[in-house]
Nanobody
Framework: QVQLVESGGRLVETGGSLRLSCAAS?????MGWFRQAPGKDREFVAA????????SYADSVKGRFTISRDNVKNTVYLQMTSLKPEDTAVYYC????????????????????WGQGTQVTVSS
């Protein structure tokens, strides 16, 4: 019932910035960003509660990435700065199993709905 579409991924240089967007069909879910590099497990990046009142970040991106949302536009954003080659991955947005929760979850199996991903490549 929940459709998610990521956009904004592209090739950037080390130290550059990108803003990823996730357009959702609804705005009532806590949302997460995950990423997966070739041959690697999908890893948590950031999450935000349905109201935007709570956020969580992986240690590897804290201070560099910012998650935000606009519930009027049904869109979640991931502002990425100071990008590193190790940030290269397919980035996915995901919606929690349950709506209207202020709990932010950090495991991929805690999310039910997924977008198809957008590729971010950071050149070294």
């Amino acid at each position: 019932q929940v459709q998610l579409v990521e956009s904004g991924g592209r090739l950037v240089e080390t130290g550059g910035s990108l803003r990823l967007s996730c357009a959702a069909s609804v705005s009532s879910y806590s949302m997460g960003w995950f990423r997966q590099a070739p041959g690697k497990d999908r890893e948590f990046v950031a999450a935000i509660s349905w109201s935007g009142g709570s956020t969580s970040y992986a240690d590897s991106v804290k201070g560099r990435f910012t998650i935000s949302r606009d519930n009027v536009k049904n869109t979640v954003y991931l502002q990425m700065t100071s990008l590193k080659p190790e940030d290269t991955a397919v980035y996915y947005c995901a919606a929690d199993y349950n709506p209207r929760t202020e709990i932010v979850r950090t495991t991929h199996y805690s999310y039910e709905y997924w977008g198809q991903g957008t590729q971010v490549t950071v050149s070294s």
